[in-house]
């Protein structure tokens, strides 16, 4: 092949060659040069030399391998789980407490994953089932000013260093959380798939309390929430790392730490909504129930929250949570409305996890704010602890004026398809329209969300459809993409 390969070039250099003679004979005789003769004369000239260099066993080596390398390079392959490295940040306090958080997103045989403690844990603690264990190094040469602050918030943030220096191959992105971060690991890929990790990122989101980031800082990657490093910026991060901690003495966390040293390098936050810091109290459905249009990355902050299922503890509703988001990750909490023109209903389901269906023609962007089913996250009576960084609505104080809530009971994923069964969750005993007031159980059928790389960058919101026009107890809900020129709303 090489042979042939060899002749081939060869007989296209004698035919440039012969070319170029053809051209370059004339110019013996007594004739003229004229600008067109010259110009074509420097094109050869200059193509003959391209191909030369290129095709020529005597080519300069920097010239192929360069030619070789930047050809390889243009196509790299496609991220996956095994790209991302996580450093979990943990205690030897809290470690056998949180362990079930991680054991809900972290897979040995596909996700990478060290969890930091300050000493090692405890033998009998050890399942193998949780991430492997590093005891963090000693940080007791940095300073730490802050009065009332927590010193540990050094060795945190060191775990920067520390991950990176330990050269783990095949490194893209290393991930950032705390012992009770939920990762949505899947989501997290695709939505890193959409930066080049040969460059400088810093990628995640500030705190959904006002409060917080004017403390804090609306530019900063909250640590609870997760945060993404390129390993090109995190390998240059971590060589100057410790010389960052000697200045930042007086600040109180660890991600205000890694914030500063990386504003230090010239890098600022590219924010993906994805990431939850959590900032907030008590019952997250209003915030579950209206997600943004991409992908859900991480929870925070669950133990400060009520059970996001009805009737089961904060890990029996999150276990049942990753039954929809093992079916589905890329469509868990996405929101979709559709409409009953029949009986002047508006549905809006949370899917994988709720349903609400409201009496009436609800307008699509009023139901993309958030209800404000929560409390602060700062227990103030202050007016900035209750501000957001999103737009909200009421929540009504009585229950019968708050519309039916159908919370996900099961679901059958196959390659037709997935179907999602959602069951009436009845707090009072309250008179509804005659349209829902017998409605128990709605079904939604769907397809597995794949959407690739570009779509990623440009998310559409998909559009569905009642199936049943008469309906009794149950009511049955297709998701699909939504035409070109198709808009999500009632014809009034």
């Known amino acids: 092949m090489y042979q042939k390969t060899k002749r081939k070039a060869n007989s296209f250099l004698k035919a440039i060659r012969f070319r170029y003679l053809s051209l370059s004979l004339p110019f013996v005789m007594p004739k003229p040069l004229t600008p067109s003769r ?47 490295l996580f450093a979990i940040a943990s205690s030897s306090r809290s470690w056998t407490r949180r362990k079930p958080y991680l054991r809900l997103w972290h897979s040995p045989a596909s996700t990478r994953a060290f969890a930091f403690l300050d000493r090692p844990a405890d033998p009998a603690d050890d399942d193998g089932g949780a991430a492997p264990v590093i005891v963090s190094g000693d940080t007791s040469r940095f300073p730490y000013t802050l009065r009332g602050g927590l010193r540990s918030a050094i060795r945190v943030a060191r775990v920067v260093k520390e991950i990176v220096d330990r050269g783990e191959a095949d490194v893209r992105w290393y ?84 914030f500063s040293c990386v504003a230090e390098l010239g890098i600022g936050l590219t924010h993906e909504p ?105 227990r103030s009576r202050s007016v900035e602890a209750s501000q957001y960084m999103f737009k909200m609505r009421d929540y009504p104080r009585d229950a019968c004026k708050r519309p039916p809530i159908f919370y996900l009971e099961s679901l059958v994923s196959n390659n037709h398809g997935i179907w999602s069964n959602y069951t009436r969750h009845n707090v009072e005993n309250c008179s509804k329209a005659n349209a829902i007031k017998n409605l128990e159980h709605i079904r939604v059928i769907s397809q597995k969300l794949d959407l690739d790389v570009e779509e990623m960058k440009a998310p559409r919101r998909q559009c569905c459809d009642i199936l049943q026009s008469s309906f009794n107890d149950s009511m049955t809900i297709n998701i699909r993409r939504c035409r070109d020129d198709e808009l999500i709303s009632m014809n009034i």
């Open 175 to 258: 991930v950032f959380g705390d012992d009770d971060t939920v990762f949505f690991v899947d989501n997290l890929v695709k939505t890193l798939s959409k930066y080049d990790h040969d460059r400088w990122f810093y990628i995640g989101s500030n705190s959904e309390s006002y409060m917080q980031n004017v403390k804090y800082g609306f530019d900063m990657a909250f640590g609870g929430g997760g945060f993404a490093i390129s390993h090109s910026l995190a390998k240059v991060l971590a060589r100057v790392f410790d010389s960052c901690l000697m200045r930042y003495g007086h600040l109180y966390g660890s991600d205000s730490r890694v």
């Open 274 to 378: 994805g990431f939850h810091q959590v900032d907030m109290r008590g019952n997250l459905f209003g915030m579950l129930s209206a997600h943004p249009l991409s992908p859900l990355v991480s929870l925070h902050h669950l133990d400060a929250a009520d059970p996001i299922f009805p009737n089961m503890n904060n890990t029996q509703a999150l276990e049942h949570l990753f039954e929809a988001v093992n079916a589905d990750p890329a469509r868990i909490l996405q929101q979709t409305v559709c409409y009953d023109r029949t009986h002047s209903l508006t549905v809006s389901v949370a899917w994988g996890y709720a349903i609400q269906v409201y009496d009436g023609n609800e307008l699509l962007p009023d139901l993309l704010s958030l209800q404000k089913t929560f409390m602060p996250w700062r």
């Open 38 to 84: 010259l110009k074509a004369l420097l094109l050869f000239l200059s193509l003959f030399l391209n191909l030369y260099l290129l095709l020529s066993p005597h080519a300069p080596q920097f010239l192929l391998t360069r030619y070789s390398s930047s050809s390889s390079s243009s196509s790299p392959s496609p991220t996956t789980r095994r790209h991302l």
